[in-house]
């Protein structure tokens, strides 16, 4: 079976791949991808305790070798049945599609510590594992600090992805889609719900702005139609990742 890691990887450049190509099959594949590790709490927990491992940083490697152990723990005490079939079913999600291998060595440590029992034969390559977790975490990000620059995001929600990938393969996709993947990957609630509220805004006024430049009538009752539309609507997390790129793709077509 192929690895959690691998595959959360494989969505994310997926998600922004749907919004740079504006690919609606491949935004509805990463919402299935997503609201199946809502809908389960054995996915959700892994899902954060992968996150945990690879995003989390540390000073002090005592601490940080504490935070792999109890992280490892987590894991292992999760449904094993809801996460193969979770797996499995990811999998036919990204049917014909190349599964990410870029940090696979990472998540090879992470299945070892959770698939291998401690025995005195195991022991020593437990702890190169759990060391080898630990280097990642110790790491200094001076890359974040040239990429913050250059696109203008705090640090605190760049997610692994992108740093990665936006000084080369996304270095020339507009500030408004980079909001969206951000807040697609790493955002929270209540960073949904303002970047929500925005882009309605910068919709409306560019609806207001058409308004104003037009005088065919038929051309103003459709956009006064759409604009009572948005009007009406509000926030629904349920619904946000296709709210927001409809959103997005409205606005860029103004």
Do not use: H, W
């Not at 152990?69 to 014909?96: M, S």
């Not at 600090?145 to 393969?169: A, C, R």
Request: proline fraction near 0%; aromatic fraction near 8%; charged fraction near 35%.
């Amino acid at each position: 079976m192929e690895n959690f890691g691998n595959i959360k990887d494989t969505f994310n450049n997926l998600v922004v791949e749907s919004v740079t190509k504006k690919d609606k099959n491949k935004k509805n594949i990463f919402s299935k991808y997503l609201n199946t590790i809502k809908g389960n709490k054995n996915l959700t927990e892994q899902f954060l305790i992968y996150r945990n491992l690879q995003n989390t940083k540390f000073d002090d490697r005592t601490e940080a070798k504490e935070y792999v152990k109890e992280n490892i723990k987590l894991l292992k005490n999760l449904n094993k049945k809801d996460l193969r079939e979770g797996n499995e079913y990811f999998l036919q999600l990204l049917e014909g599609k190349e599964i990410t291998k870029e940090n696979d060595s990472f998540y090879q440590n992470i299945k070892y510590l959770v698939d291998t029992k401690k025995t005195s034969s195991t022991l020593l390559k437990i702890n190169e594992s759990i060391n080898n977790i630990v280097d990642k975490m110790l790491e200094k990000e001076e890359v974040v600090e040239t990429i913050t620059e250059k696109i203008d995001l705090p640090t605190s929600v760049l997610t692994n992805l992108l740093v990665n990938k936006f000084n080369s393969k996304y270095s020339d996709i507009s500030e408004s889609d980079k909001e969206i993947i951000k807040t697609i990957l790493n955002g929270t609630d209540e960073d949904k719900e303002n970047i929500y509220t925005k882009l309605k805004r910068e919709c409306i006024d560019g609806i207001d702005l058409k308004l104003n430049e037009t005088s065919d009538l038929e051309i103003k009752d459709k956009l006064l139609k759409v604009k009572d539309k948005l009007l009406n609507s509000v926030y629904n997390k349920e619904t946000f990742n296709s709210d927001i790129t409809k959103f997005n793709d409205l606005k860029e077509s103004i």
